[in-house]
């Protein structure tokens, strides 16, 4: 199993900053990809970023990019999701995910298999 623990949520402005933390354990070396998701009340879970862990690629959904950044400390096993020029539309619970093997995308829910507890993300307008 791998265990997650997301941090770094919270309460900011519109146009505002925050970084959100994904910390992995347990079985790190079947991780194949980290993904982060959002889920906004009433509202589906939906895809936001993704890194792939054999060659760094990173995916967008079109609503984050050019704001969003995800990245890997690889000492850490963490993945970040930092986010910039947040607007009200961002305001979800944001949870990380892995997959834990290959997919030829990994922007669908279906190919995660571990999830965190998730953080809450609040952006005031």
């Known amino acids: 199993q791998v265990q997650l623990v997301e941090s770094g949520g919270g309460l900011v402005q519109a146009g505002g900053s925050l970084r959100l933390s994904c910390a992995a354990s347990?079985?790190?070396?079947?991780?194949?990809?980290m993904g982060w998701f959002r889920q906004a009340p009433g509202k589906e879970r939906e895809f936001v970023a993704t890194?792939?862990?054999?060659?760094?690629?990173?995916n967008y959904a079109d609503s984050v990019k050019g704001r969003f950044t995800i990245s890997r400390d690889n000492a850490e096993n963490t993945v970040y999701l930092q986010m910039n020029s947040l607007k009200s539309q961002d305001t979800a619970v944001y949870c990380c995910?892995?997959?834990?093997?290959?997919?030829?995308?990994?922007?669908?829910?279906?190919?995660?298999?571990?999830w965190g507890q998730g953080t809450q993300v609040t952006v005031s307008s």
């Open positions: 995910a892995t997959a834990t093997r290959y997919y030829t995308t990994y922007t669908r829910l279906g190919s995660y298999r571990y």
């Open positions: 347990g079985r790190t070396f079947s991780i194949y990809a």
């Open positions: 890194f792939t862990w054999s060659d760094g690629i990173t």
